[in-house]
């Protein structure tokens, strides 16, 4: 079978295929723990439930603009301007399938190839396979002092004559971790006096904790976002937890957002018709269902927060947003995958690999699931590395019993 060059180098994206897992062993009746997850169980707000099946209960769904309905576009300039302060025109805001296909056309449509594109380690699964996919090379930027926040001059000094674009993700999967408000500004100035694109992806921008409120890149920016190389992406996936709609977007300067609309409109089209009426119901609704997803949210962290402190020699940094954590196994083994197998094999719990991530050693563990599943998920984990464990375990009716030391 021929498969091309390109095809060949990219991987499959490790967290769907746990998912594909995780529901394989529970079709077989096993009794398995996910906290390997990327979507908040709650329900998607009424709002988009009522908007969407309106559409579909007229029967007629059509083609639509490439770059997403009028209606849809006019609520994310409405969410714009009341999240960044930033009043910017329809040709400013391209919809897509997902913050996924947001990123993916933003990078198709600036790279040229050989381009670099940075990005601080741990980062998301998606980013270096994106980045290849568009011809580009991608530079993961470890922090050195072994912290999730990697320092302006850490970036700078990794910025070369190849260097096209910097993304950051704040609060950043898998950590938690948000940036400051000074290295976010201090980012924006900087990609703006190199002439870099900074590609702002605020998937989680809204899930923050302890009172914090979400960083705004935009105040950083240009006045004139025309002349700016700003690019943020936002979606509806995680924040009213709709990750199945797929609906995403990106604004940035008109002349980049046409070309990403461009390379949409040849590739996919805009995300299906009823999904981006369910986005404008959610966008333009009540938002009481963010708030409560946010509080939900917090309580699972401090729960499991909690939990982490029963392990000796796992190192944990309280996640300021989002709905995991990427505690440091390394104390119990180095190999990642191999954690994460293990933990899979024995007592069927879902983590997902550091290494993934750029980050070995370390395992990314949601919250995003039940009460129930955070504590026993980590009750069964303490299980299988402690050494001082009770020789067996009961999962239900089923006894486990330590082979293993
Ligand atoms: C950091 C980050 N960006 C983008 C996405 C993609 O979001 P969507 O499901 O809207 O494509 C995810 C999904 O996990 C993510 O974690």
Request: hydrophobic share 40%; net charge neutral.
């Amino acid at each position: 079978m021929s498969i091309s060059q390109l095809a060949r180098s990219i991987c499959e994206s490790p967290t769907l295929k746990l998912n594909e897992t995780a529901a394989l062993l529970r079709e077989k009746g096993e009794p398995v723990i996910h906290l390997g997850g990327g979507e908040p169980k709650s329900r998607a707000p009424i709002d988009a439930i009522v908007n969407c099946t309106a559409v579909l209960n007229t029967g007629e769904v059509r083609y639509a603009p490439a770059d997403g309905i009028p209606a849809l576009k006019k609520a994310i300039i409405r969410y714009t301007d009341e999240n960044y302060n930033r009043v910017v025109g329809v040709k400013n805001v391209v919809a897509s399938n997902g913050a996924k296909q947001a990123i993916m056309i933003a990078l198709y449509a600036i790279l040229e190839p050989k381009d670099e594109v940075l990005y601080p380690a741990p980062y998301w699964v998606s980013y270096p396979e994106m980045v290849k996919l568009a011809g580009g090379v991608p530079i993961p930027i470890t922090p050195e002092d072994g912290s999730f926040h990697p320092s302006v001059q850490e970036i700078a000094a990794a910025v070369g004559p190849y260097t096209k674009a910097i993304i950051l993700n704040s609060p950043n999967n898998p950590s938690g971790a948000m940036y400051s408000e000074e290295f976010i500004a201090e980012m924006v100035r900087f990609c703006e006096k190199k002439n870099l694109y900074l590609i702002m992806d605020d998937t989680y921008n809204r899930l923050i904790f302890d009172g914090r409120s979400p960083t705004n890149c935009c105040q950083y920016a240009q006045s004139d976002l025309n002349s700016s190389k700003l690019i943020v992406v936002n979606c509806v996936s995680k924040m009213y937890a709709m990750t199945g709609f797929r609906v995403g977007w990106a604004v940035g300067n008109e002349e980049v957002i046409g070309a990403m609309t461009n390379i949409q409109s040849q590739q996919t089209s805009g995300p299906s018709v009823p999904a981006q009426w369910a986005a404008v119901g959610a966008l333009n609704g009540v938002q009481s269902s963010v708030q409560s997803l946010r509080m939900t949210l917090e309580n699972n962290r401090n729960i499991l927060m909690d939990r982490l402190k029963a392990f000796d020699g796992v190192k944990v940094t309280k996640p300021d947003g989002t709905f995991y954590t990427f505690p440091d196994f390394s104390a119990y083994m180095k190999d990642s995958q191999k954690l994460s197998n293990f933990l899979l094999e024995k007592v069927r719990v879902v983590t997902v690999p550091g290494k993934d991530f750029g980050m070995e050693g370390h395992l990314r563990v949601s919250f995003c699931g039940t009460v129930k599943d955070i504590t026993e998920g980590i009750e069964r984990i303490k299980w299988a590395l402690d050494p001082n464990s009770p020789n067996e375990l009961y999962l239900g009716d089923r006894k486990l019993v330590r082979d293993w030391q």
